[in-house]
């Protein structure tokens, strides 16, 4: 874990390093720079709302590595994702909870005293994330970010009496909080036109999430042990991971649109002898500045998640969360968002966000629960 540690410092450090390099020494503006409004280093003879209407393109929220800042600019930024799952689904096809409990094997049936199958079915399960960060422009092509991020899960599930049949025992709510993975990243303008430009973004989560949350759960014989809680319920991969992006967004009049690629690559296994799978994703998105103070924004996307690879020994049962099998699959999920810059009053010359995301296509590896909406929330003060 040393090694891998200090290979992945060496390696961002080294990416960071040269992308600031590039930054540094493409400050010369080129023609066109100074018609950039998301790119303006020099505002001071601004109005203070204009400042910071202009400091960026407006567009959905929900997509990371967007904002390019002007040199010397601060902004912090507090950000909330909530989202819900529930029901039960292999691949593209809703099951119900008496076809699981009777006829999905359970992975650990070989382990003495676990039933052959499937004993305890999800109910629903949320997660609240609640990050707080900064993003600075040391040049007028590099911004700099940070974020800390605070987990919370909860996850209700239903226990089946005994190995077989399909007599409910009870229900059992477990819960799991505290610090998430820290991120550092930064942004490199590539090039940029009066229209719009692109934008590469490096980033490094550090493995600072626990992985060896416990609750106590409701077994098949009505016992109530202390266990380690299922891949879903930790606060973080426990490994370091790499997120890469490539943006490009441009407008005419009130409206902008643009496109995103990104990816997360796990760094490796973590101590507890697995990893998470790779994610990759594709993002599309169309907006339109309604008024000076508000646009309306909607969005496409498609992601890939993988499955666990290794597992924890730590985490066995009869239960769909216990199988790194059952983890990941194609997402597509469509967007509505809104971002507001209020022009008069407390919130002057701040900027908020909501975006609503509700998912159209889930093809899940294995059997899972299903994501049922997502909800993220911004608030961004520049300086």
């Not at 709510?173 to 590469?200: C, F, Q, V, W």
Request: hydrophobic share 35%; proline share 7%; net charge positive.
């Amino acid at each position: 874990m040393i090694n891998r540690t200090f290979g992945a410092a060496l390696a961002c450090a080294g990416l960071l390093a040269t992308m600031a390099t590039m930054a540094t020494a493409q400050t010369m503006p080129q023609q066109g720079d100074d018609m950039m409004p998301q790119d303006m280093s020099d505002m001071n003879d601004m109005p203070h709302a204009g400042k910071h209407h202009q400091m960026h393109r407006h567009g959905p929220i929900g997509v990371p590595g967007r904002h390019q800042l002007p040199k010397g600019k601060l902004v912090l930024t507090y950000r909330y994702g909530g989202m819900e799952m529930s029901g039960i689904r292999q691949g593209t096809n809703d099951m119900d909870a008496n076809t699981l409990v009777t006829t999905v094997p359970n992975a650990f049936a070989a382990l003495p005293g676990q039933p052959p199958t499937i004993r305890v079915a999800p109910v629903n399960m949320s997660m609240d994330m609640h990050m707080l960060g900064a993003m600075y422009a040391p040049s007028k092509r590099l911004t700099l970010m940070g974020m800390l991020p605070y987990v919370e899960k909860s996850m209700t599930m239903r226990t089946y009496a005994g190995p077989v049949g399909t007599t409910v025992l009870g229900d059992n709510t477990t819960r799991s909080n505290g610090l998430g993975d820290i991120r550092l990243g930064a942004l490199l303008a590539l090039n940029k036109t009066p229209k719009g430009g692109a934008r590469l973004g490096l980033g490094l989560s550090l493995p600072t999430g626990s992985i060896t949350e416990t609750g106590q759960m409701l077994s098949p014989m009505n016992t109530r042990p202390t266990r380690r809680l299922a891949y879903s319920m930790q606060l973080g991969s426990g490994t370091f991971d790499l997120h890469p992006s490539l943006t490009y967004e441009t407008g005419r009049g009130a409206l902008n649109w643009g496109g995103q690629m990104r990816a997360i690559v796990r760094l490796g296994d973590n101590d507890e002898g697995y990893r998470l799978g790779h994610e990759a994703a594709l993002s599309g998105w169309l907006s339109y500045r309604a008024a000076p103070w508000i646009s309306y924004s909607g969005r496409a996307e498609y992601r890939h998640a993988g499955r666990i690879k290794g597992r924890d020994s730590n985490i066995a049962g009869p239960s769909l969360g216990a199988d790194p099998r059952n983890y990941g699959g194609d997402y597509v999920t469509l967007y509505a968002g809104a971002d507001l810059t209020p022009r008069r009053g407390p919130l002057k010359g701040q900027l908020l966000g909501v975006e609503l995301g509700v998912p159209v296509y889930q093809n899940l590896n294995g059997v899972q629960s299903k994501t049922d909406w997502s909800i993220a929330v911004a608030w961004r003060k520049p300086f």
